[in-house]
Structures are given as C-alpha cells and as structure tokens.
C-alpha cells in the first residue's frame, strides 16, 4: 500500500465533491469556456502566445513552491480541468491537487512539442517525464499526451482538458493492478 500512496494521491487529492458524470463535466466545461464569450485572445495572437509561455512555464518542472507562487497567473479562478485521474473545478482545488502531486514525485517536467493554434483553444502535444518518491523509485515514467487549452481575457487557463493514456503510462505500471489491467486487455 505504502508504494501506491504516490498514485492515489495522484487520483484522489483535492478538488470539490467527486465528478460523478464526466461527460456532463466535460459538457459543461466547454460551454461555460467558449473563447468567444470569454474574449479570449486571438488564435495565434501575441497575448495567446504569451498564455501559452506561461503555461509551458509552469508545467516546464512542477514542484511546489512554483505551483504556490504561480498557478493564479497562470489558471483562472473558476478553471475547469480534467487531467483524465481527476476533474476539478475551481482554483484552489487545483492548487490543492497539484501541490498534492509536487509533493509525491521526485521531479515532474513537461516538454512541449507542438502547439496548434484553432477556434476551439489551443492544442498543446507535449511528453511528460515523472519521478515517483515511493512508486518505481529511480525510474523516469514518460508518457506522452496532448492537452486542450482555453484562455480567459486576461490570458489565464480557463479550461484544462488533458488527452493521454492513463492506464498505460500510468496504472498498468502498478504491481497487482498492472496485471489486472494487461489481463483485461488480453482478453478484449
């Protein structure tokens, strides 16, 4: 148990009560954050470029101090976000999640390789490179993903939605757990 602490306070830290319908969420998320009715920057715009700089920035190499220091210039106060572990509304549950995750890793650093400007946000490809303290000590675990971004009018991250393989990168890297998850997609 004590090497999954890592993990389950990756999944279940911080946040308000538990999102019991993720579509709905997801729905929801995306109404609420059309870059039109936010007024947002343009796609592609030098204000864009710099909301995006900053967030690079902050997830360049996550650790608690720069989480404490940044996250409100960089995140809204009402964010919408889902990293696929968790869905979270609000900004102080997202510091709360995140210090949480700053905490349970050796070094968490973020590399970007592609940002795509477009009408919906901004899509950001990226490699994720993370150090657990107690869960496959020594080990960097990378996977890779891409996330949508939406900016608030004064360029902070409204709307946080990460696509990446969780169960892969993550989970299937569990003793006990691992097993189950490869012994189900065995058999699909």
């Given at each position: 148990?004590?090497?999954?602490?890592?993990?389950l306070?990756?999944?279940g830290?911080?946040?308000?009560a538990a999102?019991?319908?993720?579509?709905?969420?997801?729905?929801d998320?995306?109404?609420a954050?059309?870059?039109?009715?936010l007024?947002?920057?343009?796609p592609?715009?030098?204000?864009?470029?710099?909301?995006?700089?900053r967030f690079k920035?902050f997830?360049g190499?996550l650790k608690?101090?720069?989480?404490?220091a940044?996250?409100?210039?960089?995140?809204a106060?009402d964010v919408?976000?889902?990293?696929?572990?968790?869905?979270?509304?609000g900004v102080?549950?997202?510091e709360?999640?995140?210090?949480d995750?700053?905490r349970?890793?050796?070094?968490?650093k973020v590399?970007?390789?592609?940002?795509?400007?477009?009408a919906?946000g901004?899509?950001?490809?990226?490699?994720?490179h993370?150090k657990?303290?107690?869960f496959?000590r020594?080990?960097?675990?990378?996977?890779?993903?891409v996330?949508l971004?939406?900016?608030?009018?004064?360029?902070r991250?409204a709307y946080h939605?990460?696509?990446?393989?969780?169960?892969a990168n993550l989970?299937?890297?569990?003793?006990?757990?691992g097993a189950?998850?490869?012994a189900?997609k065995?058999r699909?």
């Amino acid at each position: 148990m004590r090497r999954l602490l890592p993990l389950l306070l990756l999944a279940g830290c911080g946040g308000k009560a538990a999102v019991t319908d993720p579509m709905k969420f997801h729905a929801d998320a995306l109404a609420a954050t059309e870059p039109a009715a936010l007024g947002a920057a343009a796609p592609g715009s030098a204000a864009q470029k710099e909301a995006v700089a900053r967030f690079k920035a902050f997830f360049g190499d996550l650790k608690e101090d720069s989480v404490k220091a940044n996250i409100r210039s960089v995140y809204a106060a009402d964010v919408w976000f889902n990293d696929t572990l968790k869905s979270i509304r609000g900004v102080d549950a997202l510091e709360h999640y995140l210090v949480d995750t700053a905490r349970s890793v050796e070094s968490c650093k973020v590399d970007v390789d592609e940002i795509i400007p477009s009408a919906a946000g901004v899509y950001v490809r990226w490699r994720m490179h993370i150090k657990f303290k107690k869960f496959r000590r020594g080990e960097t675990n990378s996977s890779i993903g891409v996330t949508l971004l939406r900016f608030d009018k004064d360029g902070r991250v409204a709307y946080h939605q990460d696509y990446w393989d969780s169960g892969a990168n993550l989970f299937e890297k569990v003793p006990v757990l691992g097993a189950g998850i490869r012994a189900v997609k065995r058999r699909l």
